[in-house]
């Protein structure tokens, strides 16, 4: 994906930049790029008060080919203007900083141009004076970082983001920061189907779909190709703990993150087979080391709860053998919950003890095999002894009955 692709450059009102918004701009630019101790003097030289060369400045840590790390000083001076900038309103800049030895690159950075006497000057002093390293950011360059960090662009100019762009800000702000997009970002993302999806994007979707409520609406799982889903599968098997600690910090929920996953399974069953899920869940590791067992056991543990609760809830809804009430779902969850197996979706809770009666003489809808001593595979907690692959390969079968049932009455699911 082309990253010019992520922002429409003309709805980036540029000639008004300036001043502090252009301050505003490049601070969350820098953070973007992974700043580090980025100060805003705001303050400054608006105020009347001398910036002694900079508006803003920060430090980056570059690594050397034997694994150093190299730390530099930057620092980053606006040029908010209409027209271009002219070598005067650069060279005191430059020449102030020149006596900072502790600067190692300057920044100058306009919202127009810069003329061409003003870079050939900058060329000229830069022969003969190697520190610091002055670089010159114009209209064009802006749009480039704004283009690869969009984050900045939502930020300020929400307007300037093309759909692909706002996908990309969706992505970013879940994986850096935990944070999940609201509804009608999420609306306006389903309704364009020509967005491409990535394994890291598809995650940040369907969390962010599971903390707005409902996965029925905006089955992502199913927009996707089989292959981007099981990438995905895997990514937020290995990244469920650090999302989940991090979603901790920022007193975030940590439902979401797990109803997304067991979707993520549901899917992947639907689509790939539960022989493949079977594996996958087996021998995912992470970077070629294996997993301690009990590692994978806390990350699949309410994974799996939460797949088996929500079929038993939607099974034993109209189920002449089970005689019980819904666990995690509501009724409505449980009308609509095949839709999240649909191309289209709908068109459109605490947990509690319930009491739960099975007739041990009335015979399963589906066709499991039960009797007196063998009971529903999906009712009570009996399911958390058993095989995970015989386990994944019952709950396929029922999704494959219901699936086949109300396919009958809804010629939206396929």
Known sequence: MKTENLIIPSEIPWEE??????????????????????????????????????????VFYTQTPEGELLRE??????????????????KGVVLNVAG????????????????????DWVKEWQRGHPRPIIKLWE????????????????????????????????????????LLADAPTLEALWSKH????????????????????????????????????????????????????RAGDI?????????????????????????????????????DRALPQEIKELILGPVIDTLVTEIRDVCTSDCSRVMTSPLELSERDIELYWFRLSTNGSNENKKEKVLSME????????????????????????????????LLFDIKKIVDFRKSEITKSSPSLP
């Open 73 to 90: 000083s930057w620092w980053i001076e606006s040029k908010g203007r209409v027209g271009k900038v002219e070598p005067d309103e650069v």
């Open 359 to 390: 007739s041990l003489k009335t015979p399963c809808k589906v066709g499991f095999c039960v009797s007196e001593e063998v009971g529903c595979p999906v009712n009570g907690d009996k399911y958390r002894k058993r095989d995970t692959s015989k």
């Open 100 to 119: 900072k030895a502790s600067v190692d690159v300057l920044v100058i950075a306009t919202n127009s141009n810069f003329s061409n006497p003003t870079r």
């Open 251 to 287: 007193g975030v929920r940590q439902e979401p993150f797990i109803k997304a996953l067991s979707y993520q399974v549901l899917c992947a069953m639907d689509r790939l087979g539960s022989d493949y899920v079977a594996t996958l869940l087996k021998e995912w590791n992470f970077d």
């Open 194 to 245: 020509e967005v491409l999806i990535s394994p890291e994007a598809l995650a940040a979707l369907i969390t962010s779909e599971a903390g707005n409520g409902s996965l029925s609406k905006r089955p992502w799982g199913m927009r996707v190709d089989p292959d981007t889903l099981g990438k995905t599968l895997i990514n937020s098997l290995l990244n469920l703990i650090f999302l989940v600690f």
């Open 17 to 58: 930049i300036k001043g502090k918004a252009l301050e505003e701009l490049l601070y969350w630019l820098l953070d973007s790029m992974g700043a580090k101790d980025l100060e805003w003097r705001i303050g400054g030289k608006g105020n009347g008060t001398a910036d002694q060369g900079r508006d803003l400045e920060c």
């Open 139 to 178: 209209r064009t360059e802006l749009e480039k970082f704004c283009s690869k960090f969009p984050t900045a662009v939502m930020r300020l100019y929400s307007k300037a983001l093309s759909t692909q762009g706002r996908l990309e800000v969706v992505r970013s702000r879940f994986w850096n920061y935990a």
